[in-house]
């Protein structure tokens, strides 16, 4: 695709959003980015991303410029009342299955400034503050309103829009779009402190489980530190942020003296809830972050999802643009991503209901089973690792006990490489690729090369020594011969045998009933 065709118009210029014109630019894509603020949003927000969603930042292209500002973060722990420990959820700080670790901290302006220096640099990225969009019109080619910097008007006709305008998204609303609400709606007290020097406190995320006030608390990045603390039903606001109350909210963590030497950054309410769109898509305008889904912060998979979103979404629509796939690969979006976001904020949901305890008259019997789990052998182990496999859909072949890779996301070790040890998707580039148990015949390589397939021979990888399974003792285990792996990373189908790569490499370029590919003007 090129600059002179319709660009996709995306709204909203957070993390989410830039990430989606990033991806697309990246593969050819031209994007305009309308934002409605002048300035970028300074405050923190989310700090915390797991190993899937570094990996999509690589995909980005930021991910080496943004390890610097992360920390890997070792775990959580319940803390009673009485502020003693329940129980610990540890987890690894080495890089996991996906080449980072499973889970790190970080400050969201870092993220953000990183991202929206890439985009500056990017020719195919037009991002332009002060646009407040007025209208959209869904269609093949929809078409977008809005007011620009001048207060005038202006309309776009795009290839395609991506509403990543947060959980008032206007978009959404003109759409005529409703959300499944869980009935959830919290209140809490969100606080952000810097200090002189940190705090001796243990590095991972705190889980307060008391009755008199449930509350988590994280150290963040570098002397940065956050609390939430629940709001109560009828609590006055204005005293909770007093001094008097900050001073009596800290003291658990820091003395009178640390607490007037630090900065407080931010100290505001914030309304939490878990909602998920009914439909993310109205012809070729698509919801994407926030606008799509919220979820309450207890397993912090808010910015996560909906940078899953953007990946999920980017490339499908890059295909189609470009010719190389038909229309109907993009009404795969909303059933890959929907069930997963839906999950998460269900998981949300059941923990915050387990942890925090809730204001009913539950809520004691809660906190006693979850006290009475905490000395289950085995139960610090028990959170659940990665996003679970897609089931079967027109692009994940039938899953089983002999395709049990499919819809799984392929693993991304460390290999050696003449220019050094190298983070496998940064070898085999951002398209489809084909791995495979050995070197292919002059024939079939000609056919991989034919269809745009990068072939890796797994077999063939030197891979750095490290406690998760290389790709060819991951094809051995399952005993495949080869898999397709989408641009996602997620594994499309198996081959048992060689025999069977032929039938790989035709599911690379779907096609029409006429049986020529669909190319999409």
């Known amino acids: 695709m090129t600059s002179s065709r319709d660009p996709v118009v995306i709204v909203g210029a957070g993390p989410v959003g830039i990430a989606c014109a990033l991806l697309l630019a990246g593969r050819g894509v031209p994007c305009v980015v309308l934002e409605r603020h002048r300035e970028v949003y300074a405050l923190p927000r989310a700090v915390h991303l797991d190993d899937e969603v570094f990996r999509i930042l690589q995909a980005v292209g930021v991910a080496e410029q943004f390890a610097p500002y992360t920390r890997p973060m070792p775990g959580m722990r319940l803390i009673n009342g009485c502020r003693r420990v329940m129980t610990e959820f540890t987890r690894d700080t080495a890089d996991g299955r996906n080449g980072y670790p499973p889970d ?106 008391d009755p008199a006030r449930a509350a988590t608390f994280m150290p963040v990045t570098g002397n940065r530190y956050r609390w939430e603390f629940r709001v109560f039903d009828g609590e006055d606001l204005e005293s909770l942020r007093s001094p008097e109350a900050l001073r009596e909210l800290l003291a658990p963590w820091m003395s009178p003296a640390e607490i007037e ?30 606008a799509a889904h919220q979820t309450p912060p207890f397993v912090g998979q808010g910015l996560g999802s909906g940078l899953r979103d953007a990946l999920n979404l980017s490339w499908k629509l890059a295909d189609v643009l470009g010719g190389t796939a038909p229309e109907t690969i993009l009404d795969t979006y909303e059933p890959e991503r929907k069930p997963h976001a839906t999950r998460i904020v269900l998981m949300a949901l059941a923990v915050g209901w387990a942890l925090t305890g809730g ?163």
């Not at 407080?264 to 926030?290: E, H, I, K, N």
């Not at 797994?458 to 060819?472: E, K």
């Open 261 to 290: 030497e630090s900065e407080v950054m931010r100290q505001a309410f914030y309304t939490f809830r878990a909602r998920v769109a009914r439909t993310w898509r109205v012809d070729r305008v698509f919801l994407a972050g926030d």
């Open 104 to 209: 790190s901290m970080f400050d969201q302006p870092d993220l953000e400034r990183i991202l929206l220096e890439r985009a500056d640099a990017m020719d195919l990225i037009d991002l332009r503050r002060g646009c407040e969009v007025t209208e959209v019109t869904a269609g093949r080619r929809p078409t977008v309103c809005f007011r620009n910097t001048e207060d005038q008007s202006e309309t776009i006709r795009a290839a395609a829009v991506i509403a990543c305008d947060g959980a008032n998204s206007f978009v959404r609303d003109q759409l005529g779009i409703t959300m499944r609400d869980f009935d959830f709606d919290e209140q809490w007290l969100v606080i952000d402190v810097r200090t002189p020097k940190r705090l001796d406190v243990w590095d991972g995320v705190h889980q307060i489980c």
């Open 359 to 521: 204001q009913d008259g539950l809520a004691a019997a809660r906190r006693a089973v979850v006290a009475a789990a905490c000395h289950i052998p085995g139960i610090g182990n028990a959170l659940p690792e990665g996003t679970p496999p897609l089931g079967r859909g027109p692009l994940v072949e039938r899953r089983g006990l002999r395709n049990r890779l499919n819809g799984s996301i392929f693993p991304q070790p460390w290999v050696r490489t003449d220019d050094g040890a190298r983070r496998l998707d940064d070898v085999t580039g951002t398209g489809y690729i084909l791995l495979t148990r050995g070197p292919l015949d002059p024939h079939t390589a000609d056919r991989v090369d034919a269809a745009g397939l990068h072939h890796v021979d797994a077999d063939a990888l030197r891979c750095v020594p490290s406690t998760n399974p290389t790709p060819a003792a991951l094809l051995r285990k399952h005993r495949a011969y080869a898999v397709l792996v989408r641009p996602d990373r997620v594994v499309r189908a198996t081959a048992r045998t060689a025999a069977d790569v032929d039938d790989l490499v035709a599911l690379r370029h779907p096609r029409t009933a006429a049986g020529t590919p669909q190319v999409v003007r």
